[in-house]
């Protein structure tokens, strides 16, 4: 064999158990309570857990914020993060400067082979939805994009699709079987409020979360929800801030409609009081954090089941963006955290009872996997899926300082923060690329994932 892990106590939906796992070329060919197998790496996970690789469905590597302002971590430096979290599957997006989708998507592929340490997909950003772009689509399908992402704000940035164009795209979509990850806020409703505010000379980071408060991301995930009942489409709304928001997809899924949520880990850690902090404009990201109220609601949420996924919504901005700004208007939104998404679960949720090992499993890695193509080569260990795991010392703890953590950011908005576990190792197809915080593989070892969805 290529790699046999000894001692660990493999994690999966049913339980925890102990359990040797051996691979061959990147796949796992056995499980078994003892592997007397030679091979060529023996790891002694020493019994800690052994736990699915995290897909993090969401991240922003080496996004562009207006005219000449891009994210700190690059493919090279995010990937790098990600994987001493644990992260072993990334998809980024492609964000169309062009009308060419199919060219956009092979110039972003070609920058992500060059850097990314694991393996990774690509979500298309759509912000047109003719004829032409259809086409297009249909092409991209071929090449194993099968989701796609729209926004319901963002008009001035060139972003924001329009009902009947959102409509259009399900109902192709719901054809195609592809997955439309939605961003949900009311346009309108935030121009009048930041336009109230600015002319109040209300300018101060507390006022992005004020002039963004949850009825706002609800009435967006309430009109996402009924398209994608009528056009039958399967929908993801990414980064739910709000107990509200959530609630409106937990209503609509009991109505049989096809809707997921997404939420982040700054979301279960943070609320709006940060923003009164003098360095708020650090924790500035869209939608903002909220209430208290809030952060308990997604946690329960997580909970019960309505929670289907936790990505990070990495994208950060060194301190240099984003405290240079005097208005919370012009401050770039974003924050790291793919890092810290299977931390913050095991320490926060798990060791404290607010969710099972099990609902980590599930919304880390299972739940992705089917979501975006990817089960059942990715999201599970089992014999004929891709070597992708992660040990985690349940016993350790790690401060998430920006000392301890690997992104090219120069802060962490964790840096107060102390979590009960640690990742002591990460393997991707059955290399091992990441030791005691230490990468060991190279960049551009991370493979394209041609990704196409079925009906689980």
């Known amino acids: 064999m290529d790699l046999v892990v000894k001692n660990c106590k493999l994690v999966d939906l049913t339980g925890i158990y102990e359990a040797c796992v051996g691979v061959e070329k990147g796949v796992v060919v056995k499980i078994a309570k003892n592997i007397d197998e030679k091979a060529d790496l023996t790891y002694d996970a020493k019994g800690s857990l052994l736990m699915p690789g995290v897909i993090d469905g969401h991240v922003h590597f080496n996004l562009k914020y207006g005219a000449n302002t891009y994210t700190a971590d690059d493919f090279e430096s995010g990937t790098t993060a990600a994987a001493c979290g644990g992260v072993t599957t990334i998809i980024d997006f492609v964000s169309p400067e062009t009308n060419n989708y199919v060219e956009e998507f092979s110039r972003r592929k070609a920058e992500a082979e060059q850097g990314s340490h694991v393996d990774f997909g690509l979500h298309m950003i759509v912000v047109d939805s003719g004829a032409e772009r259809l086409k297009q689509l249909e092409q991209l399908l071929a090449d194993g994009v099968c989701s796609v992402k729209i926004f319901t704000a963002y008009s001035r940035r060139g972003l924001m699709l329009d009902d009947g164009a959102i409509l259009r795209l399900m109902r192709f979509c719901s054809a195609k079987n592809m997955l439309v990850l939605s961003h949900c806020e009311n346009e309108h409703v935030i ?91 650090r924790f500035i990201m869209s939608p903002p954090l909220k209430r208290e109220e809030d952060r308990q609601g997604l946690w329960d949420a997580l909970a019960k089941g309505y929670v289907s996924t936790v990505g990070s919504d990495h994208a950060c901005y060194n301190s240099a963006e984003k405290l240079r700004h005097s208005r919370f208007v012009d401050v ?65 703890k790690t401060k998430l300082t920006r000392e301890n953590l690997h992104s090219r950011i120069d802060h962490s908005i964790y840096e107060d923060v102390e979590v009960s576990c640690s990742v002591e190792a990460t393997f991707s197809r059955g290399e ?18 041609r990704r196409m969805r079925t009906l689980w």
């Not at 609800?218 to 959530?246: D, F, N, P, T």
């Not at 091992?432 to 493979?447: D, F, T, Y």
Request: with cysteine; hydrophobic share 40%; proline share 5%.
């Open 191 to 281: 121009n009048y409020l930041v336009e109230e505010f600015l002319s109040e000379g209300k300018v101060e980071p507390i006022y992005h979360s004020l002039s963004r408060p949850d009825y706002v991301e609800a009435e967006a995930v309430e009109r996402i929800a009924l398209m994608s009942q009528v056009s039958g489409c399967e929908s993801l709304v990414v980064h739910v801030s709000s107990k509200l928001g959530v609630w409106k997809i937990a209503e609509a899924r009991k109505a049989g409609v096809r809707i997921h949520a997404e939420t982040c880990p700054h979301y279960l850690m943070f609320t709006e009081d940060v923003y009164r902090r003098k360095d708020g404009a």
């Open 332 to 396: 770039p939104g974003g924050v790291a955290g793919t890092e810290v998404i299977a931390m913050i679960l095991f320490s926060e949720g798990v060791s404290k009872r607010r969710i099972g090992i099990d609902r980590m499993v599930e919304t880390t890695a299972l739940n992705p996997a089917k979501l975006y193509g990817l089960y059942p080569r990715k999201g599970v260990v089992m014999v004929g899926s891709d070597a992708d795991f992660y040990i985690l010392n349940p016993r350790k």
């Open 432 to 449: 091992m690329i990441v030791e005691n915080g230490q990468v060991l593989s190279k960049p551009g070892r991370g493979m394209y994932l």
